[in-house]
């Protein structure tokens, strides 16, 4: 049985003896170890079912503590750091020895962060070491936003979700790395390009579709519902190409009138594109477990978090 709790003291605990806990934090709730546990952190990487060539984002409790686990720090990592941790951003950065290749899957960089919730600040700050936290959810399928989600996914394979109730931003941070100082955005996120454009300029984004990705967060097929899902920018044209079948619609901010649906969920009725994404994956989950033949999402406006709520809805729709 898995236990869902508050008790910040028993997460110590567990941790302390190399075993993992599922831990809350302002994206989606992570699957935490010691990084410096292998057995902990191979546990990880099956308990996840995860391949060990995608490296694992190291969190710690504070800014301070970065220079204990990378090299070097580029001037403008520096500035993101400072306005953005604690929050959803992930820096790549040059990683000191003291990190096991398994937690980088042998790169010599590091991803690290400091996440923005209370409780997993709380936790981070009582233990002696970082926690090595990918999203807690099987390979390739949709992330965790409550702790239900997570037990759903693994039952009695692990001993505790900590519970900081559902995740406020609800997709994954933004991840930047550096090549040759020059900041380059690995995989899109809860921090909106224009909002990081506006601390250290203008910044590439990393075709997504190369062979071999530097963040497999990039890989194609990933963060996808069991339910075949389709994505358009005309729900009501989408909906007139499956006849007969049972319809799931996704859409952001206005409900589409038709009697040719089963079940229609919108994301924010104010046309907040914050909410939208906070809900998003409570959303796709809630589809998932309804046997649709389909599930029709709306596409985004394509700008700040719309940019990054199309990107995880385009990963969805591959098979
Ligand atoms: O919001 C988040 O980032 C959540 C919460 C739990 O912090 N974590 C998360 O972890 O999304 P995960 O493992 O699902 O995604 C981590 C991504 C992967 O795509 C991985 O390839 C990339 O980070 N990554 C990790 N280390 C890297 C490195 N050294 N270079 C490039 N990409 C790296
Ligand atoms: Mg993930």
Not at 281 to 292: E, F, M, R, S, W
Request: proline share 7%; aromatic share 6%; glycine share 6%.
């Amino acid at each position: 049985m898995t236990i869902i709790s508050k008790d910040i003291s028993k997460a110590v605990k567990l941790l302390t003896a190399e075993e993992l806990v599922a831990i809350p934090t302002e994206t989606v709730y992570g699957l935490a170890g010691n990084i410096y546990s292998t057995k902990a952190i191979k546990t990880i990487f099956e308990t996840k079912q995860r391949p060990f060539f995608n490296p694992l984002i190291v969190h710690i409790p504070s800014i301070d503590y970065l220079s204990n686990i990378v090299e070097y720090i580029p001037e403008k990592a520096k500035l993101l750091a400072e306005a953005f941790w604690p929050g959803p951003i992930t820096l790549v950065l040059k990683k000191k020895n003291i990190i096991p290749d398994i937690i980088t899957a042998g790169k010599d960089t590091v991803a690290v962060r400091v996440p923005n919730h209370p409780v997993t600040l709380e936790l981070l700050k009582k233990l002696p070491f970082p926690l090595a936290a990918p999203s807690a959810n099987p390979f390739s399928s949709i992330s965790p936003t409550t702790a239900k989600h997570v037990e759903d996914y693994f039952k009695d394979k692990i001993k505790m979700v900590l519970d900081g109730g559902p995740c406020r931003s609800g997709i994954e941070s933004t991840i930047v790395g550096f090549e040759d100082d020059n900041p380059i955005i690995y995989r899109l996120g809860s921090t909106p390009i224009e909002v990081i454009e506006t601390v250290i300029g203008e910044i590439e984004i990393k075709n997504r579709k190369e062979a071999a990705p530097d963040a497999p967060g990039m890989l194609g097929r990933h963060y996808a519902p069991k339910t075949t899902t389709v994505l358009t920018k005309n729900v009501s044209d989408a909906i007139k190409q499956y006849p007969n079948r049972l319809i799931g619609l996704l859409v952001f901010n206005s409900e589409v009138e038709t009697n040719a649906v089963f079940t229609q969920i919108i994301l924010s009725k104010k046309g907040d594109m914050v909410e939208a994404a906070s809900k998003l994956y409570d959303a796709l989950h809630q589809l998932d477990l309804q046997n649709l033949d389909i599930i029709i999402a709306e596409e985004f406006p394509d700008y700040g978090l719309g940019k990054s709520i199309n990107d995880r809805l385009k990963r969805a729709t591959k098979r």
